[in-house]
């Protein structure tokens, strides 16, 4: 189950209309009352066709109604809105219908007491078609940034045939919709981060690597991608399940191996970036000579390699700055002696590099690299300790967030 940060315990009311990956939906809910949310599910009668009243209430832990007759002294349909800090629409209506069926999902949306409270935001599982169908108040409202369309997915469709239309997974929408209700102080950022270890090849089986597992580059990518920027990850050698990690509308991946590749990938990204994080572990040195076969002992092995220098992506990444007001985010690996060594090192290495913020935490073999965890200090222009941040690496990253929030503003 992944983790979201700093988004507490949620209000939700999940509206269902009348379709067959409705059954979908009841993943959707189970996996929110799993992440300990509380949901309230809002089904139209054309829903109940395809799951039932007493799934939904069993699952949802909540009762249920399609009347608006139900309830009246508390005027439930308005109250059960505004108390809503997120609506999801799973699965949305029907493509081409003009008008909703008026129940109560609809009549609680026409008088528009969804609304949620100030800053807050709603999400919407739609097909992008879906906006055009729906009536003019409610096209007002999805004109509004708070109105998110997500999805549609592509693929294998109830009908046999396949193609754009397809609702996306319960996982899906349960990540691409949370955040929505947290903090969105990364709205209209174009975010790139870096992550992973670089591969330097030695021969077509072997290469001269890292035990970067990815975990903390990935973590910022999806903090930023929850906190409203448009990310790019630059990820190398990331294996698939670290990577999965990252799976939201807003991320675009792009998979490089050397730091050759790494390089030319950041300098093609950071020129469209309002802020540049580079937490890969990158190789400082690579074999000088890449052999096309594999070196055998038979042919003399390879007692020695020589190796020739990599360049400094983040110092040249600086360098080259055109944007004043573009952020470059440094990472500093480092094994220091104690705290206040490390916190020097940090210091010398965010000088020699020039980036605005440096990320410092201490690696060794059961520190840092792979872990779950990591301990960092960010550290600022003047040499001062900005944040310091222990826990999960999501929590780290969005230290790191807050940071990089902090000193643009
Ligand atoms: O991936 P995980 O398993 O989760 O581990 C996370 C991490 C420990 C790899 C991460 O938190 C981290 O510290 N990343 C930076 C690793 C690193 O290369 O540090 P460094 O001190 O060698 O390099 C300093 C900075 O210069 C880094 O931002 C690095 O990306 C950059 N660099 C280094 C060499 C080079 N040739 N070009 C660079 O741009």
Same mark, same amino acid.
């Given at each position: 189950m992944?983790?979201?940060?700093?988004?507490g315990?949620?209000?939700?009311?999940?509206?269902? +209309?009348?379709?067959?990956?409705?059954?979908k939906?009841?993943?959707?809910?189970?996996?929110?009352?799993?992440?300990?949310? =509380?949901?309230?599910v809002v089904?139209?009668?054309?829903?109940?066709?395809?799951?039932?009243?007493?799934?939904?209430?069993?699952?949802?832990r909540?009762p249920?109604?399609?009347?608006?007759?139900d309830?009246?002294?508390r005027?439930?349909?308005?109250?059960?809105?505004?108390?809503?800090?997120?609506v999801?629409?799973?699965?949305?209506?029907?493509?081409?219908s003009?008008?909703?069926?008026?129940?109560?999902?609809?009549?609680?949306?026409?008088r528009?007491c969804?609304r949620?409270p100030?800053?807050?935001?709603?999400?919407?599982?739609a097909?992008?078609?879906?906006?055009a169908?729906?009536?003019?108040?409610?096209?007002?409202?999805?004109?509004?940034?708070?109105?998110?369309?997500?999805?549609?997915?592509?693929?294998?469709? +109830?009908g046999?045939?396949?193609?754009?239309?397809?609702m996306?997974?319960?996982?899906d929408?349960?990540?691409?919709?949370?955040?929505?209700?947290?903090?969105?102080d990364?709205?209209?950022?174009?975010?790139?981060?870096s992550?992973?270890?670089?591969?330097?090849?030695?021969?077509?089986?072997?290469?001269?690597?890292?035990?970067?597992?990815?975990?903390?580059?990935?973590?910022?990518?999806?903090?930023?991608?929850?906190?409203?920027? =448009?990310?790019?990850?630059?990820?190398?050698?990331?294996?698939?399940?670290?990577?999965?990690?990252?799976?939201?509308?807003s991320?675009?991946?792009?998979?490089?191996? +050397?730091?050759?590749?790494?390089?030319?990938?950041m300098?093609?990204?950071?020129?469209?970036?309002?802020?540049?994080?580079?937490?890969?572990?990158?190789?400082?040195?690579?074999?000088a000579?890449?052999?096309d076969?594999?070196?055998?002992?038979?042919?003399?092995?390879?007692?020695?390699?020589?190796?020739?220098?990599?360049?400094?992506?983040?110092?040249?990444?600086?360098?080259?700055?055109?944007?004043a007001?573009?952020t470059?985010?440094?990472?500093?690996?480092? +094994?220091?002696?104690?705290?206040?060594?490390?916190?020097?090192?940090?210091?010398?290495?965010?000088?020699?590099?020039?980036?605005?913020?440096?990320?410092?935490?201490?690696?060794?073999?059961?520190?840092?690299? =792979?872990?779950?965890?990591?301990?960092?200090?960010?550290?600022?222009?003047?040499?001062?300790?900005?944040?310091?941040?222990?826990?999960?690496?999501? =929590?780290?990253?969005?230290?790191?967030?807050?940071?990089?929030?902090?000193?643009?503003?």
């Amino acid at each position: 189950m992944p983790r979201y940060g700093r988004i507490g315990r949620v209000n939700i009311v999940v509206g269902v +209309t009348g379709g067959i990956a409705a059954y979908k939906t009841v993943h959707l809910v189970r996996l929110l009352i799993k992440a300990g949310h =509380e949901v309230t599910v809002v089904p139209t009668a054309d829903a109940l066709q395809f799951v039932g009243l007493p799934t939904w209430e069993s699952i949802s832990r909540n009762p249920v109604t399609v009347s608006v007759h139900d309830d009246v002294a508390r005027v439930r349909h308005v109250a059960l809105g505004q108390a809503a800090d997120l609506v999801i629409i799973a699965p949305p209506p029907p493509t081409r219908s003009r008008r909703w069926p008026p129940d109560w999902l609809t009549t609680s949306s026409a008088r528009r007491c969804w609304r949620p409270p100030p800053r807050r935001h709603r999400p919407r599982d739609a097909h992008r078609d879906v906006a055009a169908s729906l009536d003019a108040g409610e096209r007002r409202h999805a004109a509004r940034p708070r109105v998110h369309i997500i999805g549609p997915d592509d693929g294998e469709l +109830t009908g046999g045939d396949s193609g754009p239309g397809r609702m996306l997974e319960p996982e899906d929408i349960f990540a691409a919709a949370l955040p929505f209700a947290g903090p969105r102080d990364l709205a209209g950022l174009r975010v790139t981060v870096s992550a992973g270890g670089t591969r330097e090849p030695i021969d077509p089986v072997r290469f001269l690597g890292n035990r970067s597992s990815g975990k903390q580059g990935v973590a910022l990518a999806a903090a930023a991608a929850a906190r409203g920027a =448009e990310v790019r990850l630059v990820a190398a050698n990331i294996g698939t399940e670290v990577l999965a990690e990252a799976r939201h509308p807003s991320i675009r991946i792009e998979r490089i191996g +050397t730091a050759a590749e790494l390089a030319e990938a950041m300098k093609a990204a950071a020129a469209a970036s309002d802020v540049v994080v580079m937490a890969a572990a990158v190789a400082d040195y690579r074999p000088a000579a890449v052999e096309d076969g594999k070196i055998t002992k038979e042919a003399g092995g390879m007692a020695a390699i020589e190796l020739t220098e990599n360049e400094d992506i983040l110092a040249g990444l600086v360098a080259s700055r055109t944007d004043a007001s573009q952020t470059i985010v440094g990472f500093a690996a480092e +094994t220091p002696r104690d705290e206040e060594d490390l916190l020097e090192r940090g210091r010398r290495k965010r000088e020699r590099k020039g980036a605005d913020l440096l990320v410092v935490n201490a690696v060794g073999w059961k520190q840092g690299f =792979e872990a779950p965890d990591n301990c960092v200090h960010v550290i600022g222009r003047t040499g001062e300790v900005l944040v310091r941040s222990e826990g999960s690496k999501r =929590e780290v990253a969005d230290a790191v967030w807050d940071a990089v929030v902090g000193i643009r503003a």
